[in-house]
């Protein structure tokens, strides 16, 4: 049985992967939300035995060699926003899902703030406020992903 979850949860990263890969217009490309780290942070707080630490270094090394960013940097933000989301699961559980897509908004901040402080020093870039607007949208998208997934682990009775 923890197999077959296993499987079920690897499916739903791929496709968080899949999404995150897809290509966009360039004029919306600025608000793509992080379907990888969504994904994860849902995991993780539905199933922290299962979804933790090494799930995220693994996806974000994933990540890295799909994106063709600097090895280790999502791998390093991703690891630092699943330790406090997994860390909190019991607390960020009884929030109703609006305080939950307020909370995850500030992961997503925190998130690609590390991702430009991480870039700045390894690729000399300049912040521009628009590499916040993933954490925006990834908000509104967690009251989508949340009731999906949560019907999803259901179905498939994934604990």
């Not at 990888?36 to 890295?64: C, E, F, K, Q």
Request: proline share 6%; aromatic share 16%; net charge positive.
């Amino acid at each position: 049985m923890s197999r077959h979850s296993n499987l079920l949860i690897a499916l739903s990263v791929f496709v968080a992967l899949i999404m995150a890969l897809m290509p966009l217009p360039f004029s919306l490309e600025p608000f793509r939300p992080d379907w990888v780290l969504l994904v994860l942070m849902y995991w993780s707080l539905a199933v922290p035995h299962r979804v933790n630490i090494g799930w995220a270094w693994m996806t974000g090394l994933v990540i890295d060699l799909a994106m063709g960013s600097p090895l280790g940097v999502n791998s390093l933000t991703y690891s630092i926003c699943i330790y406090i989301t997994a860390s909190n699961f019991q607390k960020i559980r009884n929030f109703s899902i609006w305080q939950q897509a307020v909370l995850i908004g500030l992961f997503l901040a925190l998130y690609h703030l590390l991702q430009f402080w991480l870039n700045h020093f390894l690729l000399d870039i300049y912040f521009n406020p628009h590499y916040l607007w993933p954490a925006v949208t990834g908000m509104v998208c967690w009251l989508w992903i949340f009731p999906l997934l949560r019907k999803y682990r259901r179905q498939f009775r994934i604990r």
